[in-house]
């Protein structure tokens, strides 16, 4: 059984997500499965554009980082592309989050 | 006599593995030669023995940059030139880069290391030399690609980097952005007749922000931006577009490491010689509009922070 | 500073006489049909360059009862290094006639002389430059209106011309010149020189700026223009038949000698020219190693979407 844990993730404004992510999958791939997409470039650990700051928990990388990337970062902070949760985790975003639109169309005849 | 062109780039990667199958089946490169740590590269329709080298490390960015000069005394000038200028050299032995010959490596400025040397390994074309097929055996699903053509680095002071290798090594500058104090953001350098084999702009010394390979058609382009979707290879805002500077059409990605990558299609050609041709010039305004992209005139400054 | 770019550093411009006294038809083919731009003329000749070209031609065309290949233009790097050159040509035993600023409009001071068995070559350390036509500044590198429509080339890409002895020509370019080779072709028995692809550029649609094919010393085979890629030519060809231009049978094809995607048609005189895309990126160096072609493959090599049909014809001289 894959430890499940809850991430929340706060924005400046002060405004929350949260979701159940699997110790063995990304936060990135994980909160993009529930329709938020995370502030990022690269997705593979080399350039620190979606690094975010641990408020609380512990976490994991499950694919190399760059250490010249790693170096760069406050203590405390944490790369969304590549950590998986090793405990309930919050986090502050870079950057606000963006949601898919997966109902853009529904939306438009329920607005009329 | 003189320096010929850019001939490869070496990166770092965080993981050998991944990075190998992104250049194998991503960009189509075939592997040429392979050592404990490192895997060479080359593009099906360059001949020399390689264009990329992967080393595997804990980090991801740009190791050194491989130039070649046209006559093997051209080595010792430039070791006793670029010292005589203040900057720091080593050589190279014969074979301690499989494939190539002895070499001088100089660290610029800007942080970044050239290795220039006289001899390459001749592996040949994937086609063959004698009589050659058409088109390689191993296609990708798209067709092969020509060459590497280019990198981007970033460095805190490009013109005092861009201005040794005009001085020294007679490079041409063919395009540049300044800010509105007349100061460089970024130079076009080159030493053949392409519009550039290395550029700087603003960034951490030692940066990399890309390195771009060739391909024979805008519709390659098209092509690619499709299956590195399919593949869900990350790319950059807006996927296939086309860049104000240099006219070229272009689409970017990154590899597993975060390096990022570029397909490139536009004959741009210049004289080769400096001074020839007025120099282009862009401002901060154009630049962060058309100048960035052509299409969507819009640049995110994600474009340029990402930075390995 | 000894790392200097020394030598021809680019193919810079064709020049060439029709029957056409006043050059109207000329005009009109290239500039309507074509796409060049004017940038001078006189009473008997018109000065034309591509739009993405910044020198004051790269296609001069001259009036003449006696219409013919004139002679082919290289720049070189400053006037010590054209010196050297001639010194170099003349020790080979070629004779060069210097001429001083301003013989040929835009050009200034230059050695001319014929390459053993091929044609006149004029190489010159400067030329008038115009500036490119879309500006300098933040431009748009965009084909200009005037010419949207038509091929509109954006580079003179390389000169075909003819020699009765192949091998002769190549030497004198390898040797004294310092052109390098990309692609050859020989005979299957003896390996014999017949063709050869020769380049001094390092540009993207590259590979050769000077082709040698065999026939009579000194005739033009073809001129090629570059173009970013296979479907603009494509296009292209559909815009010069609309326009009533005459094309080569084979129409738009790939050509694995030089490894462009090419289109070849004819302008009102009869002078083959061609657009290509594709081509080879080539380093001038010593070790760089050309492609050989035995002559068996050439049809192959030069008409790779229909060899069967091809005209035997296209090595035939143009002008």
């Known amino acids: ?112 | 006599m003189a320096v010929t062109r850019l001939n490869y780039v070496s990166l770092y990667v965080t993981d050998l593995d991944l990075a190998k199958k992104h250049y194998e089946e991503i960009v189509g490169l075939r592997v040429t030669d392979v050592t404990k740590n490192q895997i060479y590269f080359q593009s099906s329709d360059s001949q020399d023995h390689h264009c990329v080298i992967l080393n595997s490390s804990d980090r991801s960015g740009v190791e050194h940059i491989g130039f070649k000069v046209s006559d093997p005394s051209d080595l010792e000038e430039i070791k006793w030139e670029s010292e005589k200028y203040g900057l720091e050299t080593v050589t190279v032995d014969s074979g301690e880069i499989l494939g190539i010959g002895e070499g001088v490596k100089v660290t610029l400025p800007s942080g970044h290391c050239l290795n220039f040397f006289y001899h390459t390994d001749v592996i040949g074309y994937a086609n063959g030399m004698f009589n050659p097929k058409s088109i390689a055996d191993e296609v990708m699903g798209v067709n092969p690609l020509s060459h590497l053509d280019h990198l981007l680095v970033t460095c805190e002071d490009p013109a005092k980097t861009i201005k040794f290798l005009q001085e020294v090594l007679d490079f041409n500058v063919s395009e540049m952005a300044s800010a509105p104090d007349g100061s460089m953001i970024a130079g076009f350098a080159t030493v053949g007749n392409t519009m550039h084999n290395i550029a700087f702009a603003g960034g951490p010394n030692g940066g990399l922000h890309h390195i771009a390979f060739y391909v024979y058609d805008r519709a390659d382009v098209i092509r690619r931006t499709d299956l590195l979707k399919s593949k869900n290879i990350p790319t950059m805002e807006f996927g296939l577009t086309r860049h104000g500077v240099a006219g070229v059409t272009t689409v970017y990605f990154f590899d597993p490491a975060g390096n990022r990558n570029e397909f490139q299609c536009g004959a741009y050609e210049t004289p080769g010689v400096p001074d020839r041709v007025e120099l282009v010039t862009w401002d901060v305004a154009n630049l962060m509009g058309k100048g960035g992209f052509y299409y969507e005139a819009a640049v995110e400054p994600k474009f340029f922070i990402t930075v390995s | 500073m000894s790392l200097k770019h020394l030598g021809i550093n680019r193919l810079a411009y064709v020049r060439y006489s029709l029957d056409d006294p006043k050059l109207e038809k000329t005009r009109v083919f290239y500039k309507e049909k074509l796409g060049l731009m004017e940038t001078s003329s006189s009473q008997t000749s018109i000065q034309m360059r591509c739009w993405h070209e910044p020198y004051a031609f790269t296609t001069m065309i001259e009036a003449s009862k006696s219409p013919g290949l004139t002679e082919i233009g290289f720049q070189v790097r400053d006037s010590k290094d054209l010196e050297n050159l001639k010194e170099k040509i003349e020790a080979s035993g070629i004779d060069v006639l210097s001429e001083l600023d301003g013989v040929i409009k835009g050009v200034g001071e230059s050695i001319a002389f014929n390459i053993p068995h091929g044609p006149r070559l004029r190489l010159f350390s400067a030329m008038n430059q115009l500036g490119y036509s879309t500006g300098h500044t933040s431009p748009d590198w965009v084909t200009p209106k005037s010419i949207r429509g038509t091929p509109a080339p954006m580079f003179l890409n390389h000169v075909a011309v003819t020699s009765d002895n192949p091998q002769a020509s190549v030497d004198f370019l390898t040797n004294i010149l310092g052109f390098y080779i990309s692609e050859k072709i020989v005979t299957d028995d003896s390996g014999k020189l017949m063709s050869a692809l020769l380049f001094r550029m390092s540009k993207n649609v590259g590979g050769q700026e000077i082709s040698i094919f065999p026939g009579p010393a000194g005739k033009l085979h073809h001129i090629a223009y570059t173009k970013d890629d296979a479907s603009d030519i494509l296009l292209d060809g559909q815009y010069l038949r609309n326009d009533g231009v005459n094309i080569e049978i084979m129409g738009p094809t790939r050509q694995l000698y030089g490894n462009t995607f090419s289109l070849h048609f004819r302008d009102d005189f009869g002078v083959r020219l061609e657009l290509c895309s594709g081509g080879r990126m080539t380093d001038p160096h010593p070790e760089f190693k050309p492609v050989v072609w035995t002559e068996s493959q050439a049809t192959r090599a030069l008409s790779f979407y229909d060899d069967e049909n091809m005209d035997t014809n296209f090595l035939a001289y143009s002008l």
């Open chain 1, 1 to 112: 059984m894959i430890p499940t844990f809850q991430v929340t993730i706060r924005a400046e404004d002060g405004q929350e997500i949260s979701c159940k992510v699997a110790s063995s999958e990304t936060i990135m791939s994980a909160f993009d499965k529930h329709g938020y997409v995370l502030q990022a470039s690269c997705k593979s650990g080399g350039c620190g554009v979606c690094v975010a700051k641990v408020l609380s928990g512990n976490f994991e990388y499950l694919l190399p980082m760059s250490a010249n990337k790693l170096k760069d970062v406050v203590k405390g902070g944490v790369f969304l592309c590549r950590a998986a949760p090793q405990s309930n985790l919050t986090v502050q975003a870079p950057k606000k989050w963006s949601v898919k639109k997966i109902s853009m169309f529904s939306d438009v005849l329920r607005d009329i």
